[in-house]
């Protein structure tokens, strides 16, 4: 079965643009979660959804939306794009019941703000 | 809040020998997740092992075990037999069991591991 993929790999944007990236599950994964990884740090928690509504949401700001289709895709969006901004972004699917609770990694998408 | 604190930044084992990798976490639940994610330099974030809080055997996976000290609020992970292959950012995260909620990981900031040959 194929793992979770994301789209693009790389990104250049300047200050300002907007951006979306892009999160397909694995097949059978209702859940989709976002996550930004600054160099050197561990990932950093952004928004979860379920059955295309959003359970969880990190700290912060309203710059960042996401939003998950009927097929489980899900997209992140961030607007008005700060050079902090630059980052990898990871997505995680996962399983909902209990007994399955293990999230599993996309490749990531490298987004760098000039 | 949970917080999840990995203290060494770095560490270096020979190949075939065995390393321990530490982490601490800090919750006030008492029934959560914990998991060690290998992330080697071509970034794919990898499930290691992990642990349910409400079992008390150590969770092992090949080459791999942990030392879950619940009382301690201690999770390391033991490599044995080390390879070239390990060498990866490993980083520690902690997640909330509740039916229904954000299940969101919390991470430590990772530690480097090199395995020399």
């Known amino acids: 079965d194929a793992g979770v993929t994301q789209s693009p790999t790389h990104l250049i944007k300047t200050r300002g643009q907007q951006v979306t990236l892009r999160c397909s599950p694995i097949?059978?994964?209702?859940?989709v979660s976002w996550y930004q990884q600054v160099l050197g740090q561990g990932p950093q928690f952004i928004f979860q959804?379920?059955?295309?509504?959003?359970?969880g949401r990190g700290n912060f700001p309203d710059r960042f939306s996401a939003r998950q289709f009927p097929n489980y895709s899900s997209e992140l969006n961030v607007n008005a794009l700060l050079l902090g901004d630059s980052a990898l972004y990871l997505c995680?699917?996962?399983?909902?019941?209990?007994?399955?609770?293990?999230?599993?990694f996309g490749p990531g998408t490298r987004l760098l703000v000039l | 809040a949970q917080t999840v604190t990995q203290s060494q930044p770095e560490m270096s084992v020979q190949e075939a020998e065995t390393v321990t990798l530490s982490c601490t976490y800090d919750?006030?639940?008492?029934?959560?997740?914990l998991f060690w994610y290998k992330q080697p330099p071509s970034r794919q974030m990898i499930l290691v092992i992990r642990?349910?809080?409400?079992?008390?055997q150590n969770a092992t996976e090949n080459r791999f075990s942990v030392n879950f000290q619940k009382a301690a609020k201690s999770f390391s992970l033991k490599i044995s037999d080390s390879q070239l292959g390990d060498t990866a950012m490993y980083f520690c995260a902690f997640m909330k069991l509740r039916a229904g909620a954000n299940s969101k990981l919390t991470f430590g900031k990772g530690i480097t591991l090199s395995v020399r040959p």
């Open positions: 959804y379920y059955e295309k509504e959003e359970r």
């Open positions: 097949s059978g994964h209702k859940s």
């Open positions: 919750t006030s639940e008492s029934n959560y997740y």
């Open positions: 642990q349910e809080a409400y079992k008390q």
């Open positions: 995680a699917s996962r399983t909902q019941g209990l007994a399955q609770e293990t999230q599993y």
